[in-house]
């Protein structure tokens, strides 16, 4: 298993305490976060709010991390998985697709949002000649195993 420091640097970056306090939060949850999230989960560890909000825009900028919409209107944040990791070489959808090309499940109960990298987009090629997309989300609703038993 990959550190968040280990995370940073691989991808020629600098690691700081906060950067890796915050990375590793994400890294050991399966669920994604949201900002009170891992604000929540940092308890004890110095860091401000502001600082979580930089260092979330800072890993987001750097394709560690991507975002996600939920139904509170709070942005989630999940890893990035490192095998889809098109750095460099790539052009501006396929990033997109990178941060945004898997699909999400959102369970309505209790809010929890899931990354399933194992289910992708295969968005063609024709469409983004044509179309200028900004976001990709595949959203799949419902309660997850902890809901249908309660
Ligand atoms: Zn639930
Ligand atoms: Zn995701």
New binding site residues.
């Given amino acids: 298993m990959l550190t968040a420091e280990q995370l940073i640097t691989d991808a020629g970056l600098r690691p700081t305490k906060a950067r890796v306090a915050v990375l590793n939060t994400l890294l050991t949850s399966t669920n994604a976060l949201s900002h009170p999230d891992i604000l929540a989960a940092l308890q004890g560890v110095e860091i401000d709010r502001v600082t979580v909000y930089r260092v979330l825009d800072w890993l987001l900028e750097n394709s560690l991390i991507h975002k996600i919409s939920s139904d509170d209107r709070a942005w989630k944040f999940q890893l990035n998985a490192p095998k889809r990791n098109y750095r460099s070489a790539d052009t501006a959808h396929l990033g997109l697709l990178n941060n945004h090309g898997h699909a999400h499940l959102h ?6 949002v899931l990354c399933i990298h194992e289910l992708a987009a295969h968005i063609p090629q024709s469409l983004f000649d044509t179309y200028c997309v900004s976001n990709i989300e595949i959203s799949l609703k419902g ?6 038993q309660s």
């Fill in positions: 369970c309505q109960q209790c809010g929890t309660l997850c195993l902890d809901c249908q």
